[in-house]
């Protein structure tokens, strides 16, 4: 149910660029934040804060879930180490609605070049 | 040594969030905050530290995330009134403030209410001027 609800609405951007960096791979949050800013050739920027209050929410709506590692259940351990890093991966319903935006975004641009088109004319 | 502050600010900042939160998160939010630390980026961390301990304070219970996300806003719905908004603000302004005086920046931030011309809603704003916009709320 609240997966249609965000499929009909336009995501956040950061929830666009957290769904467009896991497109590419299972990341841990650092990696999903250089992601982000290699994506966004460095315009977009996102904070840890950001990052997990965003998760967090696209993991209750299960666009976002824990990638199956190797240390997934040690995770709540004291201390982060580099082979206990929490791996996200995107999940079906993820994927769908990261392409129903960009279908809506697709839908916006082209619009938006139709009445630049007019306008040219217009004025022409 | 105003890395050791910063970082004391960081987890004092983590350690008012939800317990549940804390549990989940806390720890890789601490790693990133050490790996993105750098002199001038420690107002931007903590910055975004404090808003989302505001989010995660602020957030109405009874529906996380649909709203949020559809918006694009941090706190909105009808569930937080004027009251709670303007206390927010009032607080998320001073605790912004004494961290920058902590770790020896200026404010860079400035917090802006806007009220519409035609329509009953105003929207509360955090500002950083190299930053993101930040939307606090927006109440109909």
């Not at chain 2, 404090?50 to 602020?58: E, M, P, W």
């Amino acid at each position: 149910m609240k997966t249609e609800v965000i499929k009909r609405a336009p995501l956040s951007s950061a929830t666009l660029h957290i769904l467009l960096a896991l497109a590419r791979a299972d990341l841990h949050g650092y990696g999903i934040i250089k992601e982000v800013a290699r994506n966004s050739d460095g315009h977009y920027r996102l904070g840890p804060g950001t990052l997990y209050d965003n998760l967090k929410k696209l993991m209750v709506a299960g666009l976002v879930a824990d990638a199956p590692t190797p240390s997934a259940s040690k995770r709540k351990s004291a201390s982060i180490k580099e082979d206990d890093r929490r791996l996200y991966t995107l999940t079906k319903a993820g994927g769908d609605t990261l392409a129903a935006e960009v279908e809506r975004l697709q839908g916006v641009v082209s619009k938006a070049r139709l009445r630049l088109q007019e306008a040219k004319a217009g004025r022409a | 040594m105003k890395r050791s502050i910063s970082r004391f600010a960081y987890r004092l900042l983590l350690g008012l969030h939800p317990a549940s939160f804390q549990e989940e998160f806390g720890d890789e939010m601490l790693w990133i905050f050490e790996e993105e630390y750098k002199p001038g980026n420690a107002g931007y961390l903590l910055f975004d530290g404090t808003v989302s301990l505001l989010r995660q304070r602020c957030r109405i219970q009874s529906d996380p995330g649909q709203l949020s996300i559809a918006s694009g806003a941090i706190i909105t719905g009808p569930g937080i009134g004027p009251i709670r908004l303007l206390q927010a603000t009032i607080t998320i302004s001073v605790i912004l403030f004494s961290l920058m005086q902590l770790v020896g920046q200026s404010n860079p931030f400035t917090v802006s209410v806007r009220w519409a011309d035609r329509m009953p809603c105003y929207t509360v704003t955090l500002q950083a001027p190299s930053h993101a916009e930040v939307i606090l709320g927006t109440m109909p």
